[in-house]
């Protein structure tokens, strides 16, 4: 069976070095593959850099994208990102660019905890810092440089066909996750009725989930946001779907604590959290790791507990 997220363009770890150390004039000294994400090969370099390489189409636009917008991003908000510092240029061996970061510290949540968060100090830390990210001004010139097509995000056709493909092709792994299909097809079935009326725009992580969220895990503190390569400028709903980390009570507090909060934004966030599981957890049965395995089933149960709640 292919998947979508399989890799389609040349990029490894000897290509890899060849390019850091020629473009960037790095001595590499150690270097590993840190993960294998659905559009970038992502290296640990030296022990403190992070180089991430497209490894299909889609990922070159995306981090065309974050070259353009996080440079701006950064400069603006008070919390850490993966912001690009080190850029690299398209060259006969590697024909598109790539990007390189200082590494945040911390662990990502779905490996610094295995439980829903019920902290209320993270779920407002993570709130106030989105609160800041979606209330830059956006810079008109950004809206028309941004590359690939955005708007499948909130394309309410699209979305629900995409997670009724998911359960006809994974259906074994939903299965052995313990979801019922009927179940399932039921909830997909309420959401295919959802219509998104709001104009609102801003700077958006795009993709903001448990392996996104870097924590301290000595006191359980967050520590910084990586791994942008969806940023892009859309609904603000999207990236408040990570609210599904929290237990139904820390829910409450991490959207009491964001501001201009109305019943669309918590629509999108219910709408965009349930699709985004059922991709991710084929994804992460695929990749079989436990850790992202056990997440993605939390996550999907989270937001079938919220779906229920919509039309009450």
Known sequence: MTHKWEQTITINENIARDLIESQQHIRIESMQILDEGWDNLVFLVNKNLIFRFPRRELGVFCMENEILLLPYIARQVSFPLSNPEWIGNPSDLYPYPYGGYKMLRGFPLCDATDGLVDSIDFAVTLATWLDELHSLKVNDEHVSLIKGGQAWRLDVNHRISRCHENLTHYQGYFSQAGFKKNHLIDLIEQLSHCKFQSQKKSYLHGD?????????????????????????????????????????????????????????????????????????????????????????????????????????
């Open 208 to 312: 903001l989930y448990c392996r996104h969220v870097i924590v301290d895990t000595n006191h359980f503190l967050l520590t910084g946001l990586c791994d942008w390569g969806d940023v892009h400028i859309g609904n603000p709903g999207i990236d408040l779907a990570i609210g599904m980390v929290f237990t139904k009570p820390t829910l409450e507090k991490f959207l009491n604590a964001y501001s201009n909060l109305d019943e669309e934004l918590i629509r999108v966030m219910v709408f965009h959290s349930f699709c985004h599981s059922m991709s991710f957890l084929p994804y992460a049965f695929e990749q079989n790791k436990k850790t992202l395995k056990k997440w993605a089933v939390m996550v999907l149960k989270r937001a079938m507990e919220e779906i229920k709640t919509l039309d009450r």
